[in-house]
């Protein structure tokens, strides 16, 4: 099982950058998938989830500015950021859900990151 995130550097306040997650080594269509970000010195927050019908879920700090999507076909997992703050610095995991319902999942379930820098 690999999951594997690109996109990520480095960014002025009110910009944008897309995320992209390329999984293998499990069938993706089948998983509920989230992002999760750390940063400094604090522990992981759940950002945004996507199911297996396409249903969505934000936490609150990103509601209306990020945007979670998914092809299947691809394998891949996208998380579209916009308006970006200073405090959306970190580092972002795609995370594979399993159990249903938990969006947080153990961080064995996570990629390796990409750094997001929101700075002017």
């Known amino acids: 099982v690999q999951l594997v995130e690109s996109g990520g550097g480095m960014v002025q306040p009110g910009g944008s950058l897309r995320l992209s997650c390329a999984a293998s080594g499990f069938t993706f269509s089948t998983y509920d998938m989230s992002w999760v970000r750390q940063a400094p010195g604090k522990g992981p927050e759940w950002v945004s989830g996507i199911n297996t019908g396409g249903s969505t879920y934000y936490a609150d700090s990103v509601k209306g500015r990020f945007t979670i999507s998914r092809d299947n076909a691809r394998n891949t997992l996208y998380l579209q950021m916009s308006s970006l703050k200073p405090e959306d610095t970190a580092l972002y995991y795609c995370?594979?859900?399993?159990?249903?319902?938990?969006?947080?999942?153990?961080?064995?379930?996570w990629g390796q990151g990409t750094q997001v820098t929101v700075s002017s």
């Open positions: 995370a594979r859900v399993i159990i249903r319902s938990k969006w947080l999942p153990p961080d064995n379930y």
